[in-house]
């Protein structure tokens, strides 16, 4: 690391040879290794080095120690100018009985600053290295690398390697030059670095072993002072690359890769008799030093498959087995003949296994009849509805029917699908039948199936009897136990209240009938020329109903007269009155008619006193008695049995 100001470069050479033939090294003809700059290299100090002893700054002090010389020695065959080189660039691992051996690797000197790290590469894989000697170690250290167990590892590819150098400048990390931080790297190889051609180091030869060789390197880039002893290293277990020549199948490494037999130039080629058919050339393989055709295909005899197997050109010619007899004589089998028929042996002539089916034979000619039919096993029936399927089975005389499950029957009325169809209860199952009655009120209706039960729909059932005439709980007797309020009784379909005493029994329009009344009937009743029936009472024909007499004021225009309803001076008839005219209600005198319609009132008409009015009152009410009365005589009596006169 240490810069050297000399002077121009034919005094740095005349220093050199002068020192050189002060020791009584070779003639200055020998080669030597000069920097870019035309300097012989490694420069020394010829007054210090090697007389001092001191291998700082002298490189030939260190060689001295390695080759076993005294450090101040003069006599060493091995000269730090003259015998320096920049190659070999790379190395070899010498291997015993196929086992690669160890490198050991000796720190010697570090005459630099930095703190320099050593190591190894595989040559065909330069970006993965691996350190020998790190920074951490001082002169005087040294290290062993196992190569089988590097190629073990799968670290060393059994190669060529080659060495570098890994520096601390300008990493900014710190003065240790190590593999995680590294400045620059200088590669033994010197085309892997990245400063030009600037020797970065130089290599010796031990001349007392073969295998090995003395590092020197300069740590700068482009620059320094070339001493070559910024890190100094001795290596033992090195061999020289050979000189290189085609590699061929001999158990050499002819062309020096440090591998045996890698891709010979006599191998690789196309070995064998043909490729034709299902023939195959093979390859020319090295193998421990002899050549063999590996996988070569041969021709075999011909078989039924498709193939050129005897690789003659021509398919499936006469293939074994051709005309053999097949197939079997068992069952309803009977022998053939194979034949090859594109690739496949078919047996031509005879009759063959079938699937086996229930038919009391045979068919798959296993020495077994009907063993596992094709048409059994299988499910049978249905599954709709109420049905459940069963299983086909084959039974003693070869026929295949259904077994187990249930099958459809007639459908009923039950919510279930007996027939299954998939519908429930569909057509009416168990009805359509007449129902009911037509007695009375009610009439017949049909039979119908509703949610699983038969119903009698459509016609008209019976109900509670009431008072009306007509038989509503259609057992025959029409009003029979028909209920009636306050004392009334059902009598010819009206609640009839019980008949009174006197002439008049009843309310006007009713009769007395078995002791209640009832309305009047006109059904059997004749009325004389001039009168008519109302209520079963025959009445003059210019008497309204409910008006006034002749020559009597109606009270209103339209009088109701309400039934046996008895008021202050009489009873009101029932019945529309007719023409009356309009007047102030005043004193009512009258008499029970029993419902004749007529109301007898007393009303100031114009200038007509009271006196006038009674007596055309009572004269009306005359005529009407003696009317009724009459009329009476003349009406039978209409119940069985009467005796001619109604309320009596």
């Known amino acids: 690391m240490r810069k050297l100001q000399l002077g121009s470069r034919g005094t740095l050479r005349l220093a050199s040879l002068l020192v050189l033939s002060s020791v009584g090294i070779a003639s200055p003809a020998s080669a030597v290794v000069e920097q870019i700059d035309g300097r012989v290299m490694p420069l020394f100090d010829p007054a210090t080095c090697p007389s001092n002893g001191s291998a700082t700054g002298c490189v030939q002090v260190a060689l001295n120690i390695g080759e076993g010389f005294p450090n101040a020695a003069t006599n060493n065959p091995l000269q730090s100018v003259f015998d320096a080189q920049t190659t070999p660039e790379v190395f070899a691992i010498p291997q015993t009985g196929g086992v690669f051996g160890n490198v050991l690797v000796r720190n010697m000197v ?81 085309a892997r670095n990245g400063d030009g051609n600037y020797v970065h180091y130089l290599i010796y030869t031990s001349k007392v072993d073969s295998r090995r060789f003395y590092f020197g390197f300069e740590d700068l880039f482009r620059g320094g002072d070339n001493d070559f002893e910024d890190m100094f290293l001795q290596v033992d277990g090195l061999v020289l690359p050979c000189v290189p020549s085609s590699e061929i199948c001999n158990g050499e490494d002819d062309n020096c890769d440090g591998l045996i037999d890698n891709n010979p130039v006599d191998a690789g080629g196309d070995c064998g008799l043909t490729d034709a058919g299902v023939c195959e050339l093979g390859v020319v393989e090295c193998n421990e030093g002899e ?6 295909i041969g021709p075999v005899q011909e078989q039924c498959n498709g193939l050129d197997d005897d690789c003659d050109f021509v398919v499936d010619n006469d293939p074994a087995g051709d005309g053999d007899e097949c197939g079997t004589d068992v069952g ?80 009923v009325c039950n919510l279930l699908d007996d027939d299954c169809n998939g519908a429930v209860d569909d057509g009416n199952p168990g009805g359509g039948a007449e129902c009911g009655t037509d007695v009375g009120v009610c009439d017949f209706g049909s039979e119908i199936c509703v949610g699983g039960e038969i119903e009698c729909v459509g016609g008209v059932g019976p109900s509670e009897e009431i008072c009306d005439g007509v038989d509503n709980d259609c057992n025959g007797d029409g009003d029979a136990l028909a ?45 004389d020329e001039g009168e ?64 004749s319609g007529l109301r007898c009132t007393t009303t100031a008409v114009g200038s007509t006193d009271r006196g006038a009015s009674v007596a055309a009152a009572l004269a009306l009410l005359g005529m009407a008695v003696a009317t009724r009365r009459s009329r009476r005589r003349r009406n039978a009596d209409p119940r069985p049995g009467g005796t001619g006169e109604v309320g009596r």
Do not use: H, K, M
Not at 291 to 296: H, I, P, R, T
């Open 332 to 411: 309803v089998c009977t022998y053939g003949s194979q034949t090859c028929v594109g690739g496949v042996f078919v047996c031509v002539g005879g009759t063959g296994p079938a699937a086996e089916v229930c038919d009391l034979l045979d068919n798959d000619c296993n020495s077994e009849v009907d063993d596992d039919p094709l048409d059994a096993g299988g499910p049978c029936g249905s599954n709709v509805g109420e049905c459940e399927p069963g299983i086909l089975v084959c039974n003693a005389v070869g026929e295949v029917e259904c077994e187990g499950g249930v099958g459809r029957t007639d459908e």
């Open 483 to 527: 209920a009636c309020p306050n004392g009334s009784q059902c009598v010819e379909g009206t609640c009839a209240a019980p008949c009174g005493d006197g002439e008049f029994p009843c309310p006007g329009g009713q009769i007395c009938l078995d002791g209640y009344c009832v309305e009047g009937s006109c059904d059997d009743v004749t009325c």
């Open 532 to 595: 008519v029936c109302r209520g079963g009472i025959c009445i003059p024909e210019d008497i309204g109903e409910g008006g006034a007499g002749p020559g009597v004021a109606a009270s209103s225009a339209e009088t109701t007269g309400e039934s046996g309803t008895t008021s202050q001076n009489g009873s009101t008839g029932s019945g529309d009155g007719d023409g009356g005219n309009s007047g102030s209600p005043g004193d009512n005198y009258g008499l029970a008619t029993g419902g």
């Open 110 to 190: 570090e005459g630099a600053g930095f703190e320099n790290s050593f190591g190894w590469y595989n040559v065909d894989d330069p970006d993965n290295r691996f350190v020998i000697t790190p920074c951490a170690d001082e002169p005087g250290s040294q290290r062993t690398v196992n190569f089988q167990d590097e190629f073990t590892a799968g670290n060393y590819t059994g190669g060529f390697i080659g060495f570098f150098l890994i520096t601390p400048e300008d990493n900014g990390a710190g003065n240790c030059g190590e593999a995680a931080t590294p400045g620059y790297i200088y590669f033994t190889e010197a």
């Open 291 to 296: 050549l063999e055709c590996v996988g070569e």
